[in-house]
C-alpha cells in the first residue's frame, strides 16, 4: 500500500531519465529486466525523500517486481525504507549524510543488475528572518499617552520572536520616552506638537528582520477635558450613533456624500482620540444610497447596522458589517426580500453573536412589520421573525429613521420596541419580550394615550429594567413633548414623565442609562421649520428631573446619540447646520462633564428650566402576529476609502 505522504510531509520525487530502448531479441529466450531507480537529488533532514522506479523495463514485456534496500546509510542513522517491494519507494533521512538506495526488479525468472540513486541529507531549511509590523501612521493630541502596536509582526518559520522599539525622531525640545520598549505594546507621551518617528525590529533566535518604522503625530488641540467640534466635508454629512474605541477616543458611524459628489451616500466612519482630533476617516458604499446608523463596539472591532441600496435582494436592504479596530472590513452583508428592509436597532449576544431590528415590507402581517433576525458572530441567519398586526407597526418603514429599537437584557432576553396603529386608532409604542433561543414572544405591550406617541430607543437601566423614549401627543393641541417611561422585565409601568416646555415640540432622540441608575436624554426642540436646538436632560433613578441644558451649534442642530464614560463625563454625537438655505450638515461631536457643562465661558450647555410632568400613558396587552421570514443573504464586497475631516472646536 501507498502512504499518502503529502499529507504527512512534503516529499521530493526525482523522475528517472527514461530508459534507452530494449535490445533486439530473438526466438523464445527470457531476457534479464532493466531496473532505473532516478537520479541523485537532495533534501533535508526530516523531509521525505520518495523514489520512482516505474521506468523500469522488461526487453520480453513480462511484469515486474520491485525490491528496494539500503546499500549505505550514514553512521548512527535509524532510517527504513517504507512501500520498498513497490515501484515507489520512500524513507525519512534523520541524519546529515549520503542514503545510497539500490533497486532490483525481476520478471519472476531472472532478476536485474541493481541500479542505485544516491539521497543526499542535509542541514535542516536555514532560518528565515522574521517580519515587523509596527502598525498605522497616526494622529493624537499633545500630551496624549500613545500606546504602540507590534503585534502584527511575525516570523515565516513560527519561531518566538522579540521586540526591539526606539524613538528615532521626536520634535526639538522633546523628552519622550518609551515605556516597554521590548514589548510589543510600548507607550510613550506625546509632550510637545510635532512628529515622532518610533522603529521596531522584532528577532527570533538568530535573526533581526528589517526595521519597521511608525509615524505618530501630535497636534495641539483642547487642554481641558471637555470639548465640542464640528467636522466639515464638501455635502451634507449625517452621523447617527457613537461607540467608545479601545485606543481611546469615539467612533461615529452615519453617511456622507458618495464617491460621485451629489449622486448617492456611502456609510461612513469617523474614529477621533480624547481631544476630538481626527484619527481615521472612511467611507463605505456602492453606486447607490448607503447608510450606516448604529454602531456597538465588539470585543475585537466594531459591529454596524443601517441599510443599503447598492447590495442586495431588494430595494432597500439591511446591511450589517463587522470591522476591526482601524475600520477595515472583516465581513460585510445584506438582508432582505423582495421590497424595502432597513435595521436602526442593534445589539449584542452573550454568545458573540448579534441581534437587529427594523422595518419590513417583504415579510409579515400587513402593512410594515417589525422585522427582527438573530445572526452568529460571522453574520450567519440563526433565526428571523416578522412582528406585528395589520397595520403599521414600523410606521413609514423603510423611509422613516427609526423605526425600531433593540436592547437584549441582563438576562440575555431580546427587547424590541416600535410604534404601532394595528391595535388603536392613534400610534402608540409596542414593546416586546422575546426569548433569544427562537424569537418567541414573552409579553407583548402597547403604550399610550390619546394622542400619537412615537418611539426611537430602548436601553437597558442598571437595575435591570427598561427605559423606553421618544414623545408623547397630547391630542388637544397636536404637540408632543418629550417622553421617558421606565418598565420593568415584566412589562409593568414603574415611572413615567413628560418633560419640555408648553408650545413647543420635543423629542427623545437615545438615550443612556447612568451608573446612579438614573438616566441621560439626548432631544431636540422645535421653535419653528428652520430652528432645531439641541438639548440633554438628565433624569434620577425614580424618573425625577436632575437638570436640563441646551447646545445651540450652528443655525439648527440636534443630538443623534449620548453615551456616559466610566468615569461620568458624557460623549454626544449630533448634527450641525451651519445655514439652513442648504441644510448642509456637518458631524457634530461633544464631550461633557457629568453635569453637561463643556467649559467654563462656553456657549454651549446653557441651563434652561423645563416642566416635568407624569402623562396618562396606560399599559395594554396585545396580541401580535408572529411570522417566518425567509431572507436572501448576500455577500457584500466593499473597501472603505478614506475621508478628510478636520475638527473645528467650539469649546472650549
Not at 453574520?379 to 410606521?395: I, L, R, T
Not at 408648553?502 to 426642540?525: M, R
Not at 419653528?528 to 441644558?549: E, K, N, T, V, Y
Request: overall charge negative.
Amino acid at each position: 500500500m501507498r502512504i499518502p505522504y503529502p499529507a504527512l510531509f512534503p516529499v521530493v520525487v526525482v523522475l528517472p531519465l527514461l530508459a534507452g530502448c530494449p535490445p533486439e531479441t530473438g526466438g523464445g529466450e527470457n531476457h534479464a529486466p532493466i531496473a532505473v531507480a532516478g537520479e541523485d537529488f537532495s533534501v533535508s533532514v526530516g523531509e521525505a525523500a520518495g523514489f520512482d522506479g516505474s521506468e523500469s523495463s522488461d526487453p520480453d514485456g513480462d511484469a515486474l517486481t520491485f525490491a528496494w534496500r539500503f546499500r549505505e546509510i550514514p553512521t548512527g542513522s535509524a532510517a527504513s525504507l517504507e512501500d520498498a517491494d513497490t515501484a515507489e519507494a520512500w524513507f525519512v533521512p534523520d541524519v546529515r549524510g549520503d542514503y545510497v538506495v539500490e533497486l532490483v526488479v525481476s520478471d519472476g525468472e531472472l532478476d536485474s543488475k541493481p541500479d542505485t540513486v544516491t539521497v543526499t541529507a542535509l542541514e535542516e531549511p536555514s532560518n528565515r528572518p522574521p517580519v515587523a509590523d509596527a502598525g498605522q501612521d497616526r494622529q493624537v493630541a499633545v500630551g496624549e499617552t500613545v500606546t504602540l502596536d507590534g503585534s502584527g509582526s511575525s516570523d515565516p518559520d513560527g519561531d518566538p520572536i522579540t521586540y526591539a522599539w526606539s524613538l528615532d525622531s521626536v520634535p526639538a525640545g522633546s523628552n519622550a520616552q518609551l515605556v516597554g520598549a521590548d514589548t510589543a505594546t510600548p507607550s510613550f507621551t506625546a509632550d510637545l506638537a510635532g512628529d515622532y518617528v518610533v522603529t521596531l525590529v522584532v528577532r527570533d533566535a538568530t535573526l533581526d528582520s528589517a526595521p519597521d518604522s511608525v509615524t505618530v503625530t501630535a497636534t495641539e488641540g483642547p487642554s481641558a477635558p471637555t470639548w465640542s467640534a464640528t467636522y466639515g466635508a464638501s455635502g451634507s454629512d449625517e452621523y447617527e450613533r457613537i461607540a467608545f474605541h479601545p485606543a481611546g477616543g469615539l467612533v461615529a458611524v452615519g453617511s456622507t456624500p458618495g464617491a460621485a459628489q451629489g449622486v448617492d451616500v456611502d456609510g461612513s466612519w469617523v474614529h477621533v482620540g480624547a481631544d476630538g482630533s481626527v484619527r481615521s476617516a472612511l467611507a463605505y458604499g456602492g453606486p447607490q444610497d448607503d447608510m450606516l446608523i448604529v454602531v456597538k463596539a465588539t470585543g475585537d472591532g466594531f459591529i454596524t447596522s443601517g441599510w443599503t441600496r447598492s447590495f442586495g435582494a431588494g430595494d432597500y436592504d439591511v446591511w450589517v458589517t463587522k470591522l476591526d479596530s482601524s475600520g477595515s472590513v472583516v465581513w460585510s452583508k445584506a438582508y432582505g426580500g423582495s421590497g424595502a428592509e432597513q435595521a436602526y436597532g442593534l445589539d449584542l449576544l452573550p454568545d458573540g453573536g448579534y441581534v437587529f431590528c427594523g422595518g419590513t415590507t417583504s415579510f409579515g402581517a400587513g402593512g410594515s412589520d417589525i422585522w427582527v433576525v438573530r445572526i452568529d458572530a460571522t453574520g450567519q441567519v440563526v433565526w428571523e421573525a416578522a412582528y406585528g398586526g395589520s397595520g403599521d407597526d414600523a410606521p413609514g418603514a423603510p423611509y422613516d429613521e427609526y423605526v425600531c429599537g433593540v436592547a437584549v437584557d441582563a438576562e440575555g432576553k431580546i427587547v424590541v420596541v416600535s410604534v404601532s396603529d394595528s391595535y388603536e386608532p392613534n400610534f402608540d409604542l409596542l414593546a416586546l419580550r422575546l426569548d433569544p433561543a427562537d424569537g418567541t414572544v414573552l409579553w407583548s405591550n402597547g403604550y399610550g394615550g390619546d394622542g400619537e406617541e412615537s418611539n426611537w430607543s430602548v436601553g437597558v437601566l442598571a437595575d435591570g429594567g427598561y427605559l423606553l423614549t421618544g414623545s408623547f401627543g397630547d391630542p388637544s393641541t397636536f404637540e408632543s413633548d418629550a417622553w421617558a417611561l421606565k418598565v420593568d422585565t415584566t412589562g409593568a409601568i414603574v415611572w413615567q414623565t413628560t418633560l419640555g416646555i408648553p408650545g413647543i415640540f420635543d423629542e427623545v432622540l437615545k438615550e443612556t442609562g447612568t451608573a446612579d441608575g438614573g438616566a441621560v436624554l439626548a432631544t431636540y426642540y422645535e421653535n419653528s421649520d428652520s430652528d432645531w436646538r439641541s438639548r440633554l436632560i438628565r433624569l434620577s433613578a425614580d424618573g425625577q428631573l436632575m437638570w436640563a441644558r441646551d447646545y445651540q451649534n450652528g443655525q439648527v442642530s440636534w443630538p443623534n446619540d449620548v453615551l456616559e464614560r466610566p468615569d461620568g463625563r458624557l460623549s454626544v454625537v449630533g448634527v450641525s447646520v451651519g445655514d439652513v438655505a442648504t441644510w448642509d450638515g456637518e458631524l457634530w461631536l461633544m464631550e461633557t462633564e457629568a453635569d453637561g457643562t463643556v467649559a467654563t465661558g462656553c456657549a454651549l450647555g446653557t441651563p434652561v428650566q423645563i416642566e416635568s410632568t407624569t402623562p396618562g400613558a396606560t399599559q395594554k396587552s396585545v396580541m401580535v402576529t408572529t411570522t417566518s421570514s425567509a431572507a436572501t443573504v448576500t455577500d457584500v464586497s466593499i473597501s472603505p476609502r478614506t475621508l478628510s475631516r478636520t475638527p473645528t472646536y467650539q469649546c472650549p
